[in-house]
């Protein structure tokens, strides 16, 4: 039985347990694109520093930074695509397990009520349950004693007498 409730537990999260793991892969992910990213970002900025350091004329040098520029641009719109369709792929991969969970969640919900459908209520003996030998306060005696307490008196209240009228001699 122990082992059956296990698994039944493990069946049930499955479906969070996948989701985890999806955005676990989708995280490693962008996260090495953007170490990648970075690493080369700062190798081609130093090797920008180096050349420009070298170059004598101010269009070599606006040539250069012209290169620079369109390279980088490239480099961050291929970084970005690439994050997009990893989060993307992320997203489809997400969607099906909860597309998935939401049907068998269905057909469970379904299977239930047909199960509940057949139950008859007039076959149900409910006199052989003593209900007046149920004592609650052994279950959980805190909550009837708090609930059987008499509530507490109110402090009576001392009324003020009104200022007397000074008089007119």
Same mark, same amino acid.
């Given at each position: 039985?122990?082992?059956?409730?296990?698994?039944?537990?493990?069946?049930?999260?499955? @479906?969070?347990?996948?989701?985890?793991?999806?955005?676990?892969?989708?995280?490693?992910?962008? !996260?090495?694109?953007?170490?990648?990213?970075?690493?080369?970002?700062?190798?081609?900025?130093?090797?920008?520093?180096?050349?420009? !350091?070298?170059?004598?004329? @101010?269009?070599?040098? $606006?040539? $250069?930074?012209?290169?620079?520029?369109?390279?980088?641009?490239? &480099?961050?719109?291929?970084?970005?695509?690439?994050?997009?369709?990893? $989060?993307?792929?992320?997203?489809?991969? $997400?969607?099906?397990?909860?597309?998935?969970?939401?049907?068998?969640?269905?057909?469970?919900?379904?299977?239930?009520? &047909? +199960?509940?459908?057949?139950? +008859?209520?007039?076959?149900? +003996?409910?006199?052989?349950?003593?209900?007046? &030998?149920? +004592?609650?306060? &052994?279950?959980? @005696?805190?909550? !009837?004693?708090?609930?059987?307490?008499?509530?507490?008196?109110?402090?009576?209240?001392?009324?003020?007498?009104? @200022?007397?009228?000074?008089?007119?001699?």
């Amino acid at each position: 039985m122990y082992n059956e409730m296990i698994n039944n537990f493990k069946a049930q999260m499955a @479906p969070f347990t996948q989701m985890a793991t999806i955005n676990q892969k989708a995280v490693e992910k962008l !996260v090495a694109i953007q170490q990648e990213a970075a690493t080369e970002l700062f190798n081609t900025g130093v090797a920008q520093a180096k050349a420009l !350091v070298e170059v004598k004329e @101010p269009r070599a040098a $606006l040539d $250069l930074q012209v290169a620079y520029f369109k390279n980088l641009e490239a &480099k961050l719109t291929a970084v970005a695509e690439e994050e997009i369709t990893t $989060l993307n792929t992320a997203r489809n991969e $997400l969607t099906a397990v909860l597309e998935k969970s939401v049907a068998e969640m269905t057909e469970t919900a379904e299977k239930a009520m &047909k +199960d509940f459908g057949s139950f +008859d209520a007039a076959a149900f +003996d409910m006199s052989k349950f003593d209900l007046a &030998k149920f +004592d609650l306060s &052994k279950v959980v @005696p805190a909550f !009837v004693a708090d609930a059987v307490k008499p509530a507490a008196k109110k402090p009576a209240t001392r009324k003020v007498a009104a @200022p007397k009228a000074a008089s007119a001699e």
